[in-house]
């Protein structure tokens, strides 16, 4: 039988170190078709990518999410926060994620994967959920990147309430919005090696 983990409380996180982050040097923003076109160079010399996406929140019970409207990948060095408003730099995206033979590994992908099709007209593909990593290895509850960065490196990934709940649609995105976004792909890939180490 399967031993069974407990995940740590939130209690227990918040006496940790800080995760160390990406800083905005290693962090690109992607708004145009030919930056697009230099970050598929750049990820295509590894085969896993941390990702996730952030939309524009809703606020009232039926409103409709038009997200995601940023795109998140990232390597073990280098993040890119791709924006969608350009229709060239969208499709860039739209051919990353549905690239076989690249996984892209997050935590909490379910929704993502429903606005992704709707969005961008692409299945991800090679998508991995890593609370089901978690879940394989006998954690009884999700995980989610808190919890899974405090277990594998015995630190605390903290999140920024105002940038959770920020506008990710805006044309320009503040530097607190681009670091928040980057990491969140960023502690992704390192959770994903970590977990392949163990």
Known sequence: MQTQHATPSK????????FDRLGPDRIALVSTAAQAQQAQAELSSVTVWGFDTESKPTFFKDQLSEGPHIVQLSTMDKAWVFQLHDPACRAVVAQLLALPGFTK??????????????????????????????RQRGYRKDMGVKGAVAVLFNQRFSKSKKATTSNWALPSLSQSQLVYAANDAYAAIRVFHALGER
């Not at 209690?11 to 800080?18: D, G, K, V, Y």
């Not at 590994?105 to 994967?113: E, H, P, Q, V």
Request: proline residues 3%; without cysteine.
């Open 105 to 134: 590994a997050g935590f909490g992908l379910g929704d993502d994967r429903k606005r992704i099709q709707s969005k961008l007209g692409v299945d991800v593909a090679q998508m991995l959920e890593l609370n089901t990593v978690f």
């Open 11 to 18: 209690e227990q996180i918040a006496l940790l170190p800080e």
